[in-house]
């Protein structure tokens, strides 16, 4: 073997290292954008719900003044 063909060689392997790296993060990163997106979605969830509550007690409250303005 050659001194060039070990230099290529050995540029293909951190190159190699470079992209097995580089797939490692991707998915990673895809992990953790599946997790922060399932917490947010979560966290609508209860913001809907206080706002349905919310509703609720307005709506009773409501029919609490019609009773006693008449």
């Not at 580089?22 to 969830?45: A, C, H, P």
């Not at 409250?61 to 008449?70: A, G, P, R, T, V």
Request: glycine letters at 2%.
């Amino acid at each position: 073997m050659s001194k060039k063909d070990k230099i290529i060689i050995v540029g293909l392997v951190v190159v190699l290292v470079i992209l097995a790296f580089n797939m490692i993060e991707t998915v990673v990163q895809l992990i953790d954008y599946e997790n922060r997106k399932e917490s947010g979605n979560e966290r609508w969830f209860q913001v809907e719900n206080r706002i349905l509550q919310t509703e609720e007690k307005v709506n009773r409250l409501e029919e609490d003044i019609k009773l006693w303005s008449k």
